[in-house]
């Protein structure tokens, strides 16, 4: 019996460590994270998970000339909260950058594949961790000019200039030393500690940022003039190259006023002061955004910011919208960012949201509905009504697509969405739903579902099932409508509402319709949340002369037109029932509905008299170039030109506030077509002698001379390089050389800028390239331009890696934006028929950019009447 009790006591024994050692095995088992491209979903869930308490330590070392590399140090240090897999560090660039790599004191080979450094597990230690790494920084995202340069890192840029866990989720701080060429300036996210000047360069070392995600790393540096102010007791920094006297002496005082109020604004309205160590800002020259809220270092374009005595009122709206824009994103984006870009459109619809409230403040006399009505609702239309419609929230398996989740639906829809919401709601629970929101999450990430849950609890709708609709899915809705009458007065009104894309989809919302009478009108609120509504409220109401449908311009959707309406529109009051009248009736007229383009051009030339609102009359004189240029036939325009030209040269003169005046200017500039126009036009420019109450300056004199050359006006090349003399500031004398092979006469200098194209390097000034590139297919080169069309589709792919979230768009819409013909169409139809796995965003890119040449292609093949007299 012991024998055989020792047998089996040793079988068990066996069995028992075999048990453990999978156990055991089962516990350390690694995951399996693949090394690829970009920064999967994937991947950025599991370092969420086990990195914690991430700071960089960096020194970058920038030599004078843009062609030398510009050696860089890194620490990163970080507490690993299990040790199981390799970890990879982000850094998309050529292996041969890494020079060192060193983990934990210990000196590790380099493994750097599929834009990854891979970190082997066997080097790494649960608890604190430290990695060093001696490189060259990556230039993609650098913007490097002759002497300045400034990083801009969204959406999953920052990989692309040094090692990184490039994700929003992973916030951390930065303490930055800059090592710059002696007579430069600089501005980083976090305070200057001190600086050291040597015979050749001039060391910045700042103090550690807050904690932020590594899309907000940013610096700036080069020759810039810096500006110290206290507004509302908070000292500002300003960096900026400007150096028209007149531009620095009407703007400086606007922009740190607008400023001021923006902070203390957010500050009430969120009930948390100001989140940050600094609030600095930089303007820069052609920058590719309007802005970009780096935390304690925004950057603007420089040209949105520094206007002169020729600004219009839209001009000075635009300037205080973005700076409210940007400095709401301090709260919204900063304070609490997304988890994951799919969430990107959340800061952005908030920084819209609030920036269209502080304007109120900000701008005196502004109307704060007539704005969000303008700004909003055509950009937001422009995309929606479009066979490539994106919803509001996209999903996303990969930063490096993240780009391409941009655009005017997050920008402009989410705002009208938010706004819905908000009187949903109610605005005083929606506000203390929001400060919950900021309180909760503050110096961290979350989601819309997590905001959803929070504004939900504080509402009896159910914010799930709308959400769904407006934010999950795209399209719009139309809407029509039923008017009965009985003896004089309406006995039944009913309202309709169906999916644009003839889905089931209904879209809850508010707006309104008013009844129009000869001498009065009367307002109804309609909830539309079914499919029919009957307006009980309106029943026994005196018939109307006609009714105006979502009159204060809030409702989203496709509203019908009282066949009445129209030639009555400019009599209309208020200026925002007006304005939302004109967009719906342009809305109307590309779906092939109410009028033609040559009616709607007719309606449209009687309101260059009879619209007195400065933003009004800007819609309706960009709505008159559009269906001059893009939906009447060509053989057309010859014929309206002479009377559409005088028409807008006499309202001019007629209409007594100069920045009207200055608008029909530009609208004159826009359309002129025959030679007497340009005859006068011309004579403007050579005499630098602005018509009667017309403000105009450099910059204007520089685009009526781009307008001239694309007209071929003159000797080839004689006016550019007039104006190029008289250009004063270094940073648009570049952009002005830059866009002249796009202008020239003759036809292989064009070839030659369009090929050039094709090479990155002549493609990083982004802003210069679309310019260029809305002269060279302008419609009085189309002929010419249109053999561009099928290389320009080839490149968009290469455009959305190395150019910046904007670009990919503003390449095809500066491309295809002005053509109506089919074979323009056929081109962009063969593009994608012969590429039925390409990649399904750029794709909807191409069908948004692509939509108006597509209806312009069904409404100039149209029979049309002639205008009327």
């Given amino acids: 019996m012991k024998n055989r009790f020792n047998k089996y006591a040793h079988f068990g024994l066996l069995l028992f460590v075999a048990a453990v050692l999978a156990c055991c095995n089962k516990a350390v088992k690694t995951t399996d994270i693949a090394v690829e491209k970009g920064v999967s979903q994937q991947l950025a869930a599991y370092r969420s998970r086990v990195v914690s308490n991430l700071a960089y330590v960096l020194h970058f070392t920038i030599q004078v000339a843009k062609e030398e590399p510009i050696l860089a140090t890194e620490s990163v240090s970080f507490n690993l909260n299990e040790n199981k897999s390799p970890l990879q560090l982000d850094f998309k660039e050529n292996t041969n950058h890494l020079k060192r790599l060193t983990v934990n004191e210990k000196a590790v080979d380099i493994d750097h594949r599929n834009e ?63 090592t710059l060429p002696k007579q430069w300036q600089a501005i980083a996210n976090g305070p200057l500690r001190d600086s050291t000047i040597t015979a050749a360069s001039n060391t910045y070392r700042f103090a550690p940022s807050d904690t932020i995600s590594t899309y907000l790393f940013s610096f700036a540096a080069g020759k810039f003039d810096r500006i110290s102010r206290t507004e509302k007791g908070r000292v500002m920094q300003f960096l900026h190259r400007e150096t028209d006297p007149n531009k620095l002496k009407l703007s400086l005082d606007p922009i740190f006023q607008i400023h001021g109020d923006a902070l203390a604004f957010m500050q009430t309205y969120t009930g948390i002061t100001y989140p940050f160590q600094k609030f600095d800002f930089v303007a820069i020259p052609e920058f590719q955004y309007g802005g970009m809220e780096h935390v304690g270092a925004i950057d603007y374009k420089a040209s949105t910011l520094f206007l002169d005595e020729g600004a219009t009122q839209d001009q000075k709206l635009g300037r205080s919208n973005l700076i409210a824009h940007e400095t709401a994103h301090m709260w919204f984006g900063d304070l609490v960012t997304m988890q994951w870009f799919n969430d990107v459109w959340m800061k952005e619809v908030f920084a819209n949201f609030m920036a269209d409230k502080i304007t109120q403040i900000a701008v005196k006399n502004s109307n704060y509905d007539l704005k969000f009505v303008l700004d909003h609702f055509p950009a937001a239309y422009g995309i929606d009504r479009t066979e490539g419609a994106n919803p509001i929230r996209q999903p996303l398996e990969n930063l490096q697509d993240a780009g391409s989740l941009y655009g005017n639906i997050i920008y402009h829809k989410a705002p009208i969405m938010m706004r819905q919401l908000e009187r949903l709601m109610g605005p005083e629970q929606f506000q203390l739903g929001l400060q919950e929101y900021l309180r909760k999450y503050a110096f961290g990430n979350a989601t819309w579902p997590d905001l959803i849950s929070l504004l939900d ?57 008013t009844l129009v009478y000869p001498t009065t009108t009367k307002e ?44 009555s529109v400019f ?26 383009p040559l009616q709607l051009l007719a309606l449209t030339r009687q309101g260059l008299t009879q619209e007195k609102e400065e933003l009004n009359l800007k819609l309706l004189t960009s709505q008159l170039g559009d269906i001059f240029w893009k939906f009447l036939p060509p053989t057309k325009r010859p014929e309206l030109a002479p009377a559409l030209e005088n028409e807008i040269w006499q309202a001019m003169q007629q209409i007594p506030n100069s920045n009207a ?139 959305q890696q190395t150019g910046d979230i904007f670009f990919p768009y503003s390449w095809l819409q500066a491309t295809f934006g002005s053509y109506q013909s089919p074979a323009a169409a056929r081109t962009v139809r063969a593009f994608i028929t012969k590429n039925p796995k390409y990649n399904p965003k750029l794709k909807a890119k ?24």
């Fill in 116 to 178: 990854h450094i891979i970190i082997p597990a066997t080097s790494l230690k649960e608890g604190k961790n430290q990695i060093n790494i001696e490189f060259i920084a990556g230039d993609l995202s650098l913007n490097r000019s002759d002497d300045f340069l400034y990083t801009l890192l969204v959406p999953d840029r920052a990989r692309t200039v040094f090692p990184v866990f490039d994700q929003p989720s992973l916030k951390a701080t930065f303490q930055l030393t800059l």
């Fill in 457 to 513: 609890a504080r509402t009896p709708a159910d914010l799930q099932a709308w959400n769904q609709v407006w934010v999950n899915e795209p399209g719009r809705p139309v809407f029509g409508y039923d008017l009965q009458t009985l003896g004089g007065k309406i006995s039944r009104l009913t309202l309709t509402q169906k999916a644009e894309d003839k889905s089931d989809r209904l879209w809850p919302q508010l707006f309104e319709i």
């Fill in 524 to 567: 109804f609120t309609v909830t539309m949340d079914q499919r029919e509504v009957a307006l009980k409220a309106v029943e026994g109401e005196p018939a109307p002369t006609y009714i105006l449908f979502n009159s204060t311009g809030l409702g989203y959707g496709l509203f019908p037109v009282d066949q009445k309406m129209p030639p």
């Fill in 571 to 596: 009599a209309l009051k208020n200026p925002v029932a007006r304005a939302a009248a004109y967009v719906n009736l342009y809305e109307n007229m590309l779906n092939g509905r109410v009028a033609t």
């Fill in 661 to 799: 005046k200055k608008q029909l200017f530009k609208a004159y500039q826009s359309l002129a077509l025959t030679p007497a126009a340009q005859a006068k036009l011309y004579e403007v420019w050579a005499t630098e002698k602005s018509p009667a109450g017309v403000n105009l300056t450099e910059d204007d004199y520089t685009a009526l001379a781009l307008a001239l050359a694309v007209r071929d006006y003159g000797t080839d090349g004689e006016i550019l390089r007039k104006q190029l003399t008289r250009i004063k500031n270094e940073d648009r004398k570049k952009r002005m050389e830059f866009l002249m092979p796009a202008l020239s006469a003759d036809v292989k200098t064009r070839d030659a800028f369009f090929a050039s194209l094709k090479e990155e390097k002549n493609r990083s000034k982004e802003a210069w390239v679309v310019a260029a590139l809305g002269y060279l297919h302008h419609p009085l080169r189309a002929e010419s331009s249109e053999k561009y069309l099928p290389e320009s589709l080839n490149l968009l792919a290469e455009i």
């Fill in 846 to 869: 191409i069908l948004q950019a692509s939509d108006d040449l597509f209806r312009a292609e069904k409404l100039v093949r149209k029979h049309v009447p002639e205008p009327s007299a």
